[in-house]
Each structure stands twice: as C-alpha cells, then as structure tokens.
C-alpha cells in the first residue's frame, strides 16, 4: 500500500508544474461553460421546462469544473504499451493495475482541483441564472462530496479498463474516442441528464456514467434529497466494484498474452 500512495504523491507533484496548461483549461472551460448557459436559456424562452434555469447553469458549471477529470488519460502509459516500454512497469513488484490506478486518480484529482476551483468562484460572480448557484443546504454540499469521490474512483476504473483495451489494439484513439463519447453524453456532460425525458432518466441515471459527476450533482442542487443519497451511494460503490473487477480481469488476461519483440 505504501508503493501505491508514493505513486499517488509523484504524480500529484508532476500535475502540479503544469501551470499554464491550467490556465489555459479554465480560460477554455468559462468560454464553453458560458456558450452553453446561454443556448440553454435561448431554449428557455422558448419553451420552458420543469428544471429552473439557474439549476442547468449550476449543472454546467460543475461539469465544465470536473471536465478533466473526465476526459485525462495517462498519455505516458499508453506511449509505453506502444513502444513496448511496459515490460519495464512489469518487473516492478507492484500489481500493475493498482499502480495505475493510482497514477490516473492523482492527474484526475489534482487536475480537476487546479482547474475547479478558480472556474467555481469566477462562475458564483455571475449574475443569477447564467453562473453557479449555492448548494440547496449545507447537507447537498457535504452529500456531494462523497458522491464526488466515488464518482472519481468509478471514472478511474473506466480509464483502466480504457487502457486494457488499448493493450490489445496498441492504439488508443479508436476505443478511447468511442468510449469517451459514451462518457460525454451518458455523464450529461453534453447535454444535462436532467433535461433528458423523465422515462430515458429512469434508465440513464442506473448507468456506470451517471455515477460520475451526474449523481454528485443532483445532490449538490437538491433533485436528490435525504432519503436518495444512500441509495445513490450503493450504486456508485456497487458500479466501483464492478468496474475494479472488471478491470483487473482484463489486465491480467493481458499480462497472460503481452507478446514484446525487440532487444
């Protein structure tokens, strides 16, 4: 266990140099996060729904905070599966998956922090119904974050079973760009869930990508009260679990079959 926190450690240090790329993100975030409020209050007018408007802006704030936790892989691991260079993670005595796992969850976490948090203040000094509003009650907020870490362990267990794809097809923009654009609009990064047909949410909100960000969400703004949030808790852990399962399933099938040529 200590190898896996001195892991977690090194990478959040790395994430922690990349200044501008920062800078950068949150510069493009409020640019989209803006451009999206604004189209769907150009819906509003014209045909309002049951959803305020100041809850959908909140919604796309949060997602647009937590975009990187989302979508950042670990570019360094899939050149290693490329160039063959994973047999040297190999011979570590470490398990392989657990390493990284580690690895992806501190560039997630501290990538989505550095970017967050300024995105969420600038955000909460926009005027009522184009930025982010507060949490319904100090018990939305404090549910929400617990929500948050599992839906960070869940999207970590999605990037290694990712990976363990890319370790059978050695290149990952087919399976990654197909799964990621599952991720988007299954995590209402796209289009919020909340928006989605009351039947279509029924189903949606069950799957692995609603557990994400969708799930800590509707707890911060109040669509999911007292009673719901043990239930939304069992389902992130139990998709977890799955997911972890899963994924370790596959990496050692992988181990079984890794075939490296070359000196």
Not at 66 to 80: G, N, P
Request: with cysteine; net charge positive.
């Amino acid at each position: 266990m200590k190898s896996y926190v001195s892991v977690f450690k090194m990478r959040l240090r790395m994430e922690l140099q990349y200044r501008g790329a920062m800078i950068g993100g949150i510069l493009c975030q409020m640019f989209f996060g803006l451009v999206l409020v604004a189209l769907y209050r150009a819906l509003y007018e014209g045909n309002p729904q049951s959803v305020p408007i100041e809850n959908v802006a909140t919604y796309v704030w949060l997602q647009q905070g937590f975009f990187r936790m989302m979508l950042a892989s670990d570019s360094e691991l899939l050149d290693k599966i490329r160039t063959g260079d994973i047999i040297y993670d190999m011979s570590r005595p470490v398990n392989m998956y657990g390493f990284y796992y580690a690895r992806i969850m501190a560039l997630k976490m501290m990538g989505s922090i550095m970017r967050a948090v300024p995105m969420f203040v600038l955000a909460s000094l926009l005027p009522k119904g184009w930025g982010m509003s507060s949490p319904t009650s100090i018990f939305s907020f404090l549910a929400a974050i617990p929500a948050l870490i599992l839906g960070l362990l869940c999207v970590c267990a999605l990037e290694n079973i990712t990976v363990a794809f890319t370790m059978i097809t050695l290149d990952p923009r087919g399976i990654q760009g197909l799964l990621n654009l599952l991720m988007m609009t299954l995590s209402g990064n796209i289009l919020p869930l909340t928006l989605f047909p009351e039947s279509w949410q029924k189903v949606i909100t069950l799957f692995p990508y609603a557990q994400l960000l969708d799930a800590p969400i509707r707890i911060y703004t109040g669509d999911y009260g007292l009673k719901s949030v043990l239930t939304v808790y069992a389902i992130q852990g139990t998709w977890t679990i799955l997911l972890v399962a899963f994924g370790i399933y596959l990496w050692n099938q992988n181990k079984k079959r890794m075939i490296v040529q070359g000196g």
